[in-house]
């Protein structure tokens, strides 16, 4: 999720400069612009600028942090923790950007890998309470991963979009959600993402939960200029709760270098429908008071006669904390009231969501979890709860889990919405449906893992196991034997993918789509050695657009594994090779593919890999594969064999 909205907080940019307008008038540096943008909060943009700083032996320390620090906030974690692997490598690194990468670490499902940073951590600087939280979280992690609970989640791909889309909640016929609308040149954005202000969207629902058809609602609930959402509606669809950014001019003032900025905080309003005009009596709730803390994120118990929502007001225990209000014999809402602690931590507890059997429903990372944001659960009301327990995994992730709302249960369990950032998602924050059935027929996957060079079977490779439309939705270390195993589910197609220090990873797909009786599939997957120098490698399926160097998105899915295997073996160094076929003009084709492998070493240089590890080689149709030189007539699937992309080892 958004960190910063996640927080409570929106940055309206740079009120004054400190220094008076001779300094305005200068004409700053590339860092000086980057760091204005950073105290604007503007990483997308920010990130823009550093990485040109960056991109040089031996960069500044600090131009590292600041783009680490853009990534962790712009949620993209698989460059964040290229980034700190680079930075904790720096003897003069500060031992908190060793919590940061092993942050990163969990929140890229390296959990094993986590807890040793984490022990190290504490092994030089003390047990702290956070950093033994998070070992915790690691050890859970890893048995709910390799276990994970009966509950499927699927991806809503009629609405979710790269952008983000969280918070859905049903309204008579209709689902709403929060979403951030396409920018088209006529939106207003938001710094932090680059992204448009968060708005109300409206969309239909089938008997499977399928949402469809979003459309931003264009009535009074989205009056607001910036961000707008999460809603909430009582059951006679008259009264919504909407939680919206702070538009008046007293919000907060911090100071950032030479610039004042501006935080502002989020509200409750209080939206009541005139079902005969269509029209909104808006008023705010009564115990905002955003020039000093945040109120939003509500929720209605199932009598109404309670709203639960989340404040950093004071009597807060940690970041944010859940408050309660109880509905006045007047109709008024009574002073707030703590949940308490069996609920909230010195962390941040958020969208508490209240079903029809009393549950409660809340995101936190102030208890031992995943990664991010994840979901508990706890029973009672008021101020008396039971201890919060985790829904584990598949609800929860590495990454946040957040907004989690029951539309029903069924006889085995529940039914309903949450949200996640999570990976193999449509984009930024995503909306998924959840359920629990119990399987009509037993699907598994038994597998064996094989070092490719000698044919001997191979173990401790972390094998991970992805359902389109769900992500991830297992992963565990093979046995000793080499073999593992996962269950299925039926209708579902599969990703299985291994990997190893100092392999090369491989992965194989399978489906259940068709099967009417209980099976159990099979699939190998065969690691190749990495480190023999002047070994060559070929990097499957990167496809160019004609007459084209640019690298698309889907050769970029498959170049960031090339990423991970040069982050987690620093010494690598390679030769990244294009090759054409023999059509068209020799030197075109000579420098087309130049132009190609250049690319590919600049998109890996941007996730963080130093330019002096890779040399990039243009061989245009000099080494082909096959027969099919200049005047040979060959098929497209010849010309396509020798169109490729390799990588050689020259130094480990």
Partial sequence: MNNHYRKFSLVIVALSILLGMANAQEQPGIRERAQELLNQYSYAKAATLIQKLVDKDNPRLKDLENLALCYRNMNDFEAAETWYSRIIARPESSPINQLYYGEMLKANLKYAEAKKVFADYATKNGLKPQVALQIAGCDSAITWMANPTAYQIRNETGVNTPLSEFSAYPVGKLVYFTGEPENKGLNKTYGWTGNSFLKIYASTSDMQ???????????????????????????????????????????????????????????????????????????????????????????????????????????????????????????????????????????????????????????????????????????????????????????????????????????????????????????????????????????????????????????????????????IVAKKINEQDGTFFFQLDKGSDYKVFGSKLKFYADSATLTTKGLTKSDTLYAELRLEPLFEQGKTLRLANIHYDFDKDNIRADAAKILNELVRTMRDNPTLEIELASHTDSRGVDLYNLDLSQRRARSVVNYLVSRGIARSRMTAKGYGETRLLNRCSNGVNCSAAEHQQNRRTEFTILKY
């Fill in 209 to 471: 939960q399928h949402l469809a058809n979003p459309v931003v609602i264009k009535s009074g609930l989205n009056d607001a200029p910036f961000h707008q959402g999460p809603l909430v509606s009582d059951k006679s669809e008259t009264v919504s709760y909407v939680t919206r950014t702070y538009t008046g001019s007293r919000g907060e003032v911090g100071k950032a270098g030479k610039r004042k900025y501006k935080t502002s905080n989020l509200e409750l309003y209080i939206y009541t429908k005139n079902k005969q005009t269509g029209t909104y009596q808006v008023v705010p709730f009564a115990y905002n008071k955003p020039e000093e803390y945040s109120v939003g994120h509500a929720s209605l118990s199932a009598d109404e006669k309670t709203l639960y929502f989340v404040s950093d007001m004071p009597g807060t225990l940690g970041g944010t904390d859940i408050w309660y209000s109880e509905l006045q014999s007047d109709g008024t809402w009574g002073k707030p009231i703590n949940v308490g602690p069996s609920v909230n931590t010195a962390g941040n507890e958020m969208f508490p969501s209240v079903s029809e059997t009393g549950t409660l429903y809340f995101s936190t990372d102030g208890l031992p979890g995943m990664g991010g944001l994840d979901i508990f659960s706890s029973k009672g009301n008021k101020s008396n709860w039971t201890k919060a327990v985790n829904l584990r995994y598949p609800i929860n992730s590495a990454a946040d889990d957040f907004a989690f709302f029951t539309t029903g249960p069924t006889a085995d369990g529940i039914t309903g919405y949450l949200a996640s950032n999570r990976k193999g998602g449509q984009g930024a924050d995503d909306i998924y449906t959840f359920n629990y059935s119990r399987p009509k027929i037993i699907l598994a996957l038994r597998g064996i893992a094989f070092n490719k060079k000698t044919q001997e079977r191979l173990s401790d490779v972390t094998v991970t196991l992805s359902k389109d439309g769900s992500g």
